[in-house]
Every structure is written in structure tokens, then in C-alpha cells.
């Protein structure tokens, strides 16, 4: 793709963004509306970040265009539900375009060095050197917005015969990084080490090249299609083609929900419950949709706890020598797989993560305990390339010690209280859902901040996921619980009486049936659009007729009444125990209705 011209690289400006995938792109848009100076320095040659250069052939997005895409700028309603990467990566391009961003955007721009000036008016110098190794630029900022993604640095494990300590025996290993096309794996024996994602499409492809695949599995994995399709029940074919991250709804889910069943996470271990149970009921096996094998211990299969798997395409392959749902069940309901195709082997074996390799074997441990039926680890493996799907680092050692990290930012995971002149965007990633739209709000909410137009956010943070303490990767959310807390934070999250008065009973309607959609919080409050209304009338609208009536009741009514049952009950326990307290002599604080109540009075006094 070719990219218009830049504007020279200025000494002074009001914001330098570091980084040119997608949450530096929103970053941009929003930084420029508010009439700022921008600067964007992206290292490589084109804009798009992992979307662009760390694809590999057959890839899409596991999260919908719904989702995906940001809130005033969307794909039409008859592109497809999960866009390849490199579709993705021109609908990047064209958003750069339609809000005029390409002259902010410095490619080949690799900021080497940032550190503190002092200086009130701009106090960030960075160091900005384009290509490899040539003229080196200073550029002094008000602010600094860094959104290099978690995605960057692979992070390679240390195994003994493999990554270190190699013999001439050691197979041949790449990261997952350096993994672009079948041609790489073609007719080999592949052992591929780790099972997010990504792991899962190597290994998918890798039986499609006629490879032998072993796949290496540490705790486990939660398979989860990304789209909700191809169950048969009692003879009928459920085939609705829904994209599973536009099914929870918002009320009495994320919105309007009573602080103490926030704090609890009932609603996920209620939701993780019901669906364990209805998946055995689908498909024999709760482990995960149609997952025999590599799965978690029982205690952690949940969007409470880890990252849904959305990559399903490898599971018929997984499946294969651990399948054994009865008859009986199968006549009454189960999952149904496309038709095996011709390959070398038809199965991926799971085996535990090795320890180490001895004469180009790899030595496996036994398999967890929950895990007894895997058994291939008792086989010999000799893998002629080993692909480590291990994920990524972040590196700081470009930033000067005074400036924090995204795991040290206490304000909703972009900011220190103390220092609103630095943002981290698009560092914390969703169990269900997608980086691009909670890097849009993150923006908008640091743009609020900085500015100082709204207060920093004090109200406990109920979103994190809840990752075992000894796990790499602790940046985890709940999507939707996450996005709605944003909303309130900056006085988007629209109510209901808000929203009737606004723009009708129908986007009332969709409102509550819907999603946590981006689009839904510029219907009020800082960012109205106008262009929201009619979003959400088309495109969102279409989320919901999409599952008809009997999914609407299934996924949207009996979930909404349970919650709002839930809810009610804490608030009526909740004021309960605040009048007894004030009986007794026991001090507590304002009650949640007292709270609606008075802040009611204010708003009627007001208008």
C-alpha cells in the first residue's frame, strides 16, 4: 500500500505517539480532534502493528467486525463477520484516510531513547531515528501516548537441547513471529509449543501441509468457536453463524449493575456455570465447545479466569484420538465437524510442555493430572521443526527509569494518578472481545483526563480477569464489564430515561440486547455523534435480529431478568444494612439508592 506524504518532523508538539498499529491510529484521531499538534512514530514501513507484521497466511480476526472496528468509522454490513488480516490492515488505511491522519504519521521512525526535560510546557524529549541506523531527529511533547502493543518482543522459553545448550541433533525452532505460510512446515514432523491462538492455527495449517503435529500444552486451553454454529439437537441443525463476542448483553450485565454484585463476579460464575452446563448438553464434554482434550483443570474453565480460544479450526484434529461421546447422546445432540480432509495424519497429538531435548528427542513430563487420557507423550517425538508459540515481551529499556509501565498504572490500566501527561493504550487484552475498541475508549478517557475535564476515576476496579498468581500474563479483562466502567468514567454510559428521551424506544431496545459496541457510548456524553444513532439502528440492530426470537429469549431475556433479580436483591440488602447500621450506631457509608436518589434530586433541581 502506498502512503501519502508526511509533514516534516516538528521540534515542539503537544502529543508524541509511539507506535502505528491500531490503538496508535485511534490515538491520533482523537489526539487531533481535540486541535493538538501530533506526531505518530511507527518503526516499520506501513502502518498496522501485529495486524501487519506479525500475520501469516490464512489468517483473520477471532473477534467480529462488529466488535472490532471503531465506533464512527465501520465496515458495511455485507463484508464478512471476521475479516482476514490484511483486510483489516487496509481498513486501517482507509481510517487514517477518511480523518485526514496520514500527515501525523512518520514511518520508519523508531523512537530510541525517552526521558524527562523538566520543562513545564514540554517535559518528554525523545530520541526519534529513522530506518536502520540514520538521521537521528529530538522532538520535545506536552504529552507521550505509547501504543507499541503487547505484541512485539517474542518471548522465547528457556529449554535445554532447543533454545539452549543446542547439540547437532537439536531440531531446527522459530517463534511464531517468523511464521508466515504452510511452505515452512510442509511434510515435516512439526512439534508446535503453545496452545493460544495463534499455536492453534500453526498447528491447523501444519495438518494441512501434510505435517505430522504434536502440540505442546502447559495448564491448558478453554476452545471456544468464534462463531455459534453447526450444533444439531434432536435432528434440527442450529447453523445462525453468530459471532460469539456480540452475545452478552448489556443490561443488568454491565450496565445497571449493583456494585456489590460487580465486586462478587457473580454474574461470571453464574454465566460460567449455565454454560458449562449447556455445552455438555450440546456437545458431552464441558472442558470447553467440543473440547476432548488440553483442557483446563475444572476449578479455572471459565471467562472468569482465562482467554477463550477462538481459533477452533484444529480442534476436529485435537479431537480426534480422544473423542468418545455415546450414541445415545449423539442422537440427541452434538457438534458438527466439517468433513475430514485428505491429509498425511488426521489428529494433533497433545503432549505436555517438554522440559528439555536429548539427541533431538523431546522429553516430556506426564501430563497434568486432569489431563490422565493423553497418552502420546509416552511416544517418541522428533520433531524436524519446532515452532514456539509462546507469545511476547514488552521491553522498556528505551524509556528513561522515571517513567512508569503498564503494570504499574493505577489509573484503568492507561495512566499513573500522578503523572496524566503519559498514556499507555492498548496494553491490557479482553477474555472475549478485541484490543482496537477498548484502545478507542482508552483514548477518549485519557484525552478527558490530561485535560483535566473529568476527575481521575476512584471506583473499584471489578474487570480484571482472575489469573492464576503464578501465570506469565496478568493484563487480562472482562471485555464488556471493562468498556462499561470507561463509560462511566467519562459520563458515557448512557441511561436508559437518557436514551428514551434522546432517540427512542428502539435504540432503547437494542441498547439492552446489545453488546458492549463502542458506538453505544457516543450516543451521550463527551463524544456524541450523530452517526451513532443510525449505527446502531443498522449494523448493531442487525447483531440482534441475527439470533431470532428464541435466541433473544435464550441469550437476552432469561439472562437480563436472573441479573436484574440479582441485583435488586443487593440493593434491597444493601439498605437494608445501611439502616441498621445507622440504628445500632455502626458507621457506613451512603447507600447505592440513597446515592441514585440524591444524585436524582440534583439533576431534577438542575434541570
Not at 456480540?246 to 445497571?256: H, S
Not at 486432569?370 to 517418541?380: F, I, P, S, V, Y
Not at 440534583?602 to 434541570?607: C, E, N
Request: proline share 7%; aromatic share 12%; with cysteine.
Amino acid at each position: 500500500m502506498v502512503n501519502p506524504p508526511t509533514q516534516p518532523l516538528p521540534e515542539y508538539t503537544d502529543v508524541l505517539i509511539v507506535g502505528g498499529g491500531p490503538s496508535g491510529i485511534v490515538a491520533l484521531k482523537y489526539a487531533l480532534a481535540e486541535g493538538w499538534s501530533a506526531v505518530l512514530a511507527e518503526t516499520e514501513s506501513e502502518i498496522g502493528g501485529t495486524f501487519r507484521w506479525r500475520a501469516y497466511e490464512n489468517a483473520e480476526l477471532v473477534s467480529s467486525k462488529q466488535l472490532t472496528c471503531f465506533s464512527d468509522f465501520r465496515y458495511p454490513l455485507s463484508a464478512p463477520d471476521h475479516p482476514s488480516l490484511p483486510d483489516f490492515v487496509g481498513y486501517l488505511h482507509d481510517y487514517a484516510s477518511h480523518f485526514d491522519l496520514w500527515p501525523s504519521i512518520h514511518l520508519t521512525m523508531r523512537v530510541t531513547r525517552l526521558e524527562c526535560t523538566g520543562s513545564a510546557a514540554h517535559p518528554h524529549r525523545a530520541t526519534l531515528e529513522r530506518g536502520g541506523g540514520g538521521q537521528r531527529h529530538v522532538v520535545c511533547a506536552t504529552r507521550v501516548i505509547v501504543t507499541t502493543g503487547l505484541h512485539v518482543t517474542p518471548n522465547i522459553p528457556t529449554i535445554p537441547g532447543l533454545t539452549v545448550k543446542r547439540t547437532p541433533a537439536s531440531p531446527a525452532f522459530i517463534h511464531s513471529s517468523a511464521y508466515t505460510s504452510r511452505s515452512q512446515v510442509r511434510d515435516k514432523d512439526v512439534l508446535v509449543l503453545g496452545c493460544g491462538e495463534t499455536g492453534m492455527d500453526v498447528a491447523y495449517e501444519s495438518v494441512l501441509s501434510d505435517a505430522r503435529v504434536w502440540l505442546g500444552v502447559r495448564s491448558g486451553f478453554l476452545s471456544f468457536p468464534k462463531v455459534l454454529n453447526n450444533f444439531r439437537v434432536l435432528g434440527a441443525t442450529f447453523d445462525g453463524n453468530l459471532p460469539i463476542d456480540g452475545l452478552i448483553t448489556n443490561l443488568f450485565e454491565t450496565a445497571y449493575v449493583h456494585p456489590w454484585v460487580a465486586a462478587s463476579h457473580l454474574r461470571w460464575f453464574v454465566s460460567d456455570a449455565v454454560i458449562r452446563g449447556v455445552l455438555w448438553a450440546l456437545t458431552g464434554t464441558t472442558a470447553g465447545c467440543n473440547q476432548w482434550a488440553g483442557e483446563l483443570p475444572r476449578e479455572r474453565q471459565g471467562r472468569a479466569y482465562v482467554f477463550l480460544n477462538k481459533s477452533a479450526r484444529a480442534m476436529q484434529f485435537i479431537n480426534a484420538p480422544h473423542f468418545r461421546l455415546s450414541r445415545l447422546h449423539q442422537w440427541f445432540a452434538h457438534y458438527i465437524d466439517p468433513p475430514l480432509p485428505t491429509v498425511r495424519q488426521p489428529s494433533i497429538d497433545v503432549v505436555p510442555f517438554p522440559t528439555r531435548f536429548e539427541d533431538g528427542r523431546a522429553m516430556f513430563p506426564p501430563p497434568p493430572e486432569h489431563r490422565r487420557n493423553e497418552t502420546a507423550w509416552q511416544r517418541e517425538c522428533r520433531p524436524d521443526l519446532v515452532v514456539l508459540c509462546t507469545g511476547y515481551r514488552q521491553e522498556w529499556d528505551w524509556m528513561d527509569s522515571s517513567y512508569a509501565t503498564p503494570d504499574r498504572c493505577d489509573v484503568r490500566g492507561i495512566c499513573r494518578s500522578d503523572d496524566l501527561s503519559v498514556a499507555f493504550i492498548g496494553f491490557l487484552r479482553p477474555g472475549v472481545g478485541a484490543i482496537p475498541p477498548m484502545a478507542e475508549m482508552q483514548a477518549q478517557l485519557f484525552m478527558q483526563l490530561t485535560t483535566a475535564r473529568v476527575p481521575v476515576p476512584s471506583s473499584p476496579e471489578t474487570y480484571h480477569l482472575l489469573h492464576s498468581p503464578t501465570a506469565r500474563i496478568q493484563y487480562g479483562v472482562d471485555y464488556s464489564t471493562y468498556m462499561a466502567q470507561l463509560a462511566r468514567d467519562m459520563g458515557a454510559a448512557p441511561g436508559l430515561r437518557q436514551l428514551w428521551r434522546a432517540h427512542g424506544a428502539f435504540v432503547v431496545f437494542v441498547y439492552c440486547f446489545g453488546a458492549a459496541f463502542p458506538t453505544f457510548y457516543r450516543l451521550t456524553g463527551p463524544y456524541r455523534s450523530d452517526a451513532a444513532r443510525e449505527i446502531v439502528c443498522t449494523e448493531l440492530w442487525d447483531t440482534i435480529r441475527r439470533r431470532g426470537v428464541i435466541g433473544n429469549i435464550f441469550m437476552g431475556v432469561i439472562p437480563m431478568a436472573f441479573y436484574a433479580l440479582i441485583n435488586l436483591c443487593a440493593a434491597v440488602a444493601e439498605f437494608a444494612y445501611v439502616r441498621a447500621a445507622s440504628v445500632v450506631g455502626i458507621k457506613a457509608g451512603e447507600s447505592q439508592v440513597d446515592k441514585y436518589l440524591r444524585e436524582r434530586r440534583v439533576r431534577i433541581k438542575a434541570a
